[in-house]
Antibody, heavy 118, light 107 residues
């Protein structure tokens, strides 16, 4: 059974940093692309970042480019999102998602809440 | 960036009725489009990928169609558990984008 468990969310001041983690199990982690998707309060889903399975190629939404860094540790089956320079508009539930072979978001975690406020 | 526009914003129907949700893309995404169901407090669920392929475990009452810029999600006969928000999403280009969502509510 595929399981994705996010952690690391919390309250942070504007300009601060957080690192989110997503522990994966139930599949061969290194084989699949992984993603971060967020949902701001009362808003829809927004894709944030992606990382490919083996070569580690990375992609970012313009809204986070230069501030967020996605990475993965295939030996630990864990996905990360380092978030620097946080802004109020980054307040959201952050979901990690496993890609399917067609690169869609096949399985999702339950999410971790990030609140950026002074 | 490819903009996806979903209509209607809200759809009010009764159990047993047929639901038709639309998604329009600002430029062609070929057939690289998915549909997701999202209920409050739950993780989103992949329903349809590559416009018309049902994801694992998705009931046959869900179907998708379309290509290029116009796509449709059809729920043939609504069950009580189908009332949720539905999003389309494209993987034809970076950045990946979602539509703004259609809320399917009980009439």
């Amino acid at each position: 059974e595929v399981q994705l468990l996010e952690s690391g969310g919390g309250l942070v001041q504007p300009g601060g940093s957080l690192r989110l983690s997503c522990a994966a199990s139930g599949f061969t982690f290194s084989t699949f692309a992984m993603y971060w998707v967020r949902q701001a309060p009362g808003k829809g889903l927004e894709w944030v970042s992606a990382i490919s399975g083996r070569d580690g190629g990375t992609y970012y939404a313009d809204s986070v480019k230069g501030r967020f860094t996605i990475s993965r540790d295939n030996s630990k089956n864990t996905l990360y999102l380092q978030m620097n320079g946080l802004r109020a508009e980054d307040t959201a539930i952050y979901y990690c998602a496993k890609g399917n072979p067609q690169f869609y978001f096949e399985y999702w975690g339950q999410g971790t809440l990030v609140t950026v406020s002074s | 960036e490819i903009v996806l526009t979903q209509s209607p914003a809200t759809l009010s129907l009764s159990p047993g009725e047929r639901a038709t949700l639309s998604c329009g893309a600002s430029q062609s995404v070929n057939n690289y489009l998915a549909w997701y169901q999202h209920k409050p407090g739950q993780a989103p669920r992949l329903l349809i990928y590559d416009a018309s392929n049902r994801a694992t475990g998705i009931p046959a009452r869900f179907s998708g169609s379309g290509s290029g810029t116009d796509f449709t999600l059809t729920i043939s006969s609504l069950e009580p558990e189908d009332f949720a928000v539905y999003y389309c999403q494209q993987r034809g280009n970076w950045p990946r984008t979602f539509g703004q969502g259609t809320k399917l509510e009980i009439k």
